[in-house]
């Protein structure tokens, strides 16, 4: 393993500038595109240099500023939940100081929230059959295939900083409205009573997964209404 003078230098050449980005910039868009072998080796290696308080701070200055591609990428079918490079955020959105200085510098919180609104804005593309004009099909791979959990994750991350949340209704809450008339009616549950229902999709299953993990947001949206004294 390197040492921790290593791992400075090594982190160093990752983050040197190159024009608008920097070697680890380019890398995290190119993430989903690694093999499976090579984007875990190359997890390992971030998670090794992650210690190094320069590259803590670096890597997720890079995240926040790459994040809108990577999440595009995703919602188009390119990298796996478990071995994405999403999967590393926990390393720094746990820290609010991080937090606050991704949202601060990269206006990461917008950021968040308009990834789940492009995503969304996919599905209601291709409506299913019978479905509702602007509503998101429940039979679209971003719906059908989770394809929104990690960004759904990291927002709750980001809500649990202490200091985030009253942030939330100012400069998010618009948009995130209009995600939640996305999935309004997405899959109505209609009642059929002329035949036998031979063969039931399980449309509704991958609604309702959806409808729990936007839900869940919610009490960390909010959580600066509480008073405590």
Avoid at 94 to 110: A, G, M, Q, W
Avoid at 125 to 131: K, R
Wanted: hydrophobic residues 45%; glycine residues 6%; proline residues 3%.
């Amino acid at each position: 393993g390197l040492c921790d003078g290593g791992c400075r230098l090594v982190g160093v050449a990752l983050l040197a500038p190159e024009h608008d980005s920097c070697p680890l910039g380019q890398l995290l868009v190119a993430d989903a595109r690694l093999s499976k072998s090579l984007a875990t080796a190359l997890h390992n290696i971030y998670l090794r240099l992650i210690v190094d308080p320069v590259f803590k701070q670096g890597f997720a200055s890079w995240y926040a500023r790459q994040y809108a591609d990577m999440a595009r990428q995703f919602a188009v079918g390119l990298g796996v939940d478990d071995t994405s490079v999403f999967g590393l955020s926990v390393q720094f959105l746990n820290r609010t100081k991080y937090v606050e200085d991704l949202i601060d510098s990269y206006d990461f919180l917008r950021t968040l929230v308009q990834s789940i609104h492009y995503m969304l804005s996919l599905a209601c593309s291709e409506a299913a059959e019978g479905g509702l004009p602007g509503v998101a099909s429940a039979s679209h791979r971003v719906v059908s295939s989770k394809r929104l959990s990690p960004v759904v994750r990291d927002l709750k991350y980001v809500l649990k900083a202490g200091t985030v949340s009253p942030y939330f209704a100012r400069f998010a809450l618009r948009k995130w409205l209009q995600v939640l008339r996305m999935v309004q009616g997405m899959h109505p549950q209609e009642r059929r009573t002329d035949t036998h229902v031979e063969y039931e999709t399980r449309e509704w299953e991958h609604a309702f997964e959806l409808s729990v993990a936007l839900t869940s947001v919610f009490d960390l949206a909010v959580s600066w209404v509480r008073i405590d004294q």
